[in-house]
């Protein structure tokens, strides 16, 4: 996931905010195209230095885990987004606009995505600030949170390597209890930020803040629900028939029949990633590897497809440390060359992943064409700079790039490939039914947050995931997940990105004239793979909106036909 926000001093900040805010709209002009490139300039310039304030606030805030570094990310985040709720500056965007096909494409564009940052933006001061003081309160408690068990409290990482080696079902109960406790710490705040989500959006004439989020990310709310309920109906076979030969797996592994699974069984407390295969354990691949071991295999990938990587190495943070945020993201400081990873990486095939994953992000902003208006300089859509961090983190759990980039035995990878190529199945097929509850339960959420919210999840959990709901369990489950507070109404992008990978994959097999599945795919020696992630991809930034984007990367419409392709049948 990839996160932008954070700080400088507050009152700097806002002198600084109030300086531009003072300004105000420049007066109507007989030529809007003048005024128009004028307006460009001026926001890029102001925009910039209060982004990259809070861009490095940020940073040194899931850093430290400090209350003042918080505080000091809030105030800078806040002063960011009162820059964005001058109403006159909103009023004259709309009236540019008005001005259609005279204005040059890209200031059109940059006016476009401009509007979109105001448009959400447009609410009172005494609003934005509870808001966004709200949001980080409970962001501080993710970050520093740790659960108690055994008479001792336990990171994220801790429980999760520990669950995964359990074989107790009561244990494993009890880990999975553990991982789930920070939900009846941040729920109740979570309802009233929903609640203070909705006035907002709702002052501004939107259904509620959901509505108001999909629309801000360009998407059509009943476009996106259908194809949302497309790909149910056209997983459901598979995941059902899939999750069945799981469930037989997992009672072999613990002894209790397959009809007793529940939903710590699974390994990950949300069942969003696919347990070891009981034919393969992926991690015997990264055996005798440091967490130093995984930086570098990701930094020699990148750099043998022509995507330079030092300078992204070197300002990143890669392992764990006491107060740090526990989780993985990427960020750009600037919009320039300043991209940074913070990752807690370890010596498995997750890690991998994760490290493949979110230095997929860190290259797609590195490369983005910097001759671009300021706002521009950014990935297409939030789903696009998702798709190739999905399609580059899969790449770890490759029997392809095992061989040629982790240096694994070909034979001992020939071996267990069909298992190794059915874990992946099963990795794309139960992500996409979690994303799907993350975008059914979040949309019902702001639809009426006082609803029983812990009923809505076992709920919504039984009917797309499968899972058994555990006997008289009443608990915020669902705000253990930090995405509600971090990244509100996102989750669905994840998805949608899966969607993107999938047409990428086949786009760049046929590009380099590939025979076979995409999965085979050798991307060792292939600096014309990154020469077109460069050019297709990365440096149109937000040139186009991201329809006319997807058709031209890869030849067709965003659909789910590839990635249904890529899960459809199991692997032979």
Known sequence: MRTLVSCLLAAALLAACGGADKAGAAPPSEDPV?????????????????????????????????????????????AL?????????YAQIRRLLQSGDRLPDLVRRSLEVALLAYQENQLPR?????????????????NTFRASLDGRTWSNNDLLERIAKETDSAKRQAIWDALKQVGAQVGPQLVELA???????????????????????????ATLIALFDALEKETDAPFRAMKAELD?????????????????????PFFQDAPP????????????????????????????????????????????????????????????????MLLNVKPTADWMDTMLHESGHAVYYKYIDRALPFNLREAAHIFTTEAIAMMMGAL????????????????????????????????????????????????ALYENPDRNLNTLWWDTVER????????????????????????????????????????????????VGHQGPAWALSYSGRPEIGRALIDDVFAPGMRTKWERFVQDATGRPLGPQAFVAEVAAKPE
């Open 34 to 78: 003048t005024e128009a490139r004028a307006f460009v300039d001026w926001y890029s310039q102001t925009t910039a230095g209060l982004e990259q304030a809070a861009t490095t606030a940020y940073w040194k805030a899931a850093n430290s885990g400090a209350k003042a570094d918080f505080d000091a990310y809030a105030a800078a985040d806040l």
């Open 81 to 89: 987004r009162t820059h964005h709720s001058d109403p006159e500056r």
């Open 126 to 142: 005494d609003v934005l600030a509870a808001m966004v003081q709200k949001s980080s309160a409970i962001e501080q408690t993710f």
């Open 195 to 221: 609640r203070l989500r909705n006035q907002a959006a709702r002052s501004m004439g939107y259904a509620n803040y959901w509505d108001m989020k999909v629309r801000g990310q360009e998407h059509d709310p």
């Open 248 to 268: 037989a797996e997992l009672s072999r592994r613990f002894g209790i029949p397959a009809a007793e699974m529940m939903p710590w069984h699974y390994d990950n």
């Open 277 to 340: 295969n009981e034919a393969i354990d992926l991690d015997v691949f990264y055996e005798g590897r440091t967490k130093e071991d995984i930086v570098e295999l990701g930094r020699a990938f990148f750099a043998d497809l022509g995507l330079e990587f030092d300078d992204i190495v070197a300002n990143s943070d890669f392992f764990e440390r006491e107060g740090k945020d526990q989780h993985a993201f990427c960020i750009t400081i600037d919009r320039g060359a300043d991209v940074r």
């Open 396 to 443: 770890a759990k490759n029997p392809t790039w095992l061989v040629e980039r982790g240096g694994a035995d070909p034979a001992a990878v020939a071996k267990v490939r069909p298992a190794i190529l059915e874990q992946r199945r099963r990795e794309q097929l139960i992500f996409a039914r979690w994303a799907m509850v993350m975008f059914s339960f979040e949309r």
């Open 464 to 511: 797309l995931q499968m899972l058994k709901r555990p006997a008289g369990r009443d608990l915020p489950d669902w705000a253990a997940k930090p995405h509600f507070t971090i990244a509100p109404v996102y989750y669905h992008n994840y998805l949608l990105g899966e969607l993107f990978a999938a047409q990428l994959r086949a786009t760049m097999a046929r590009k």
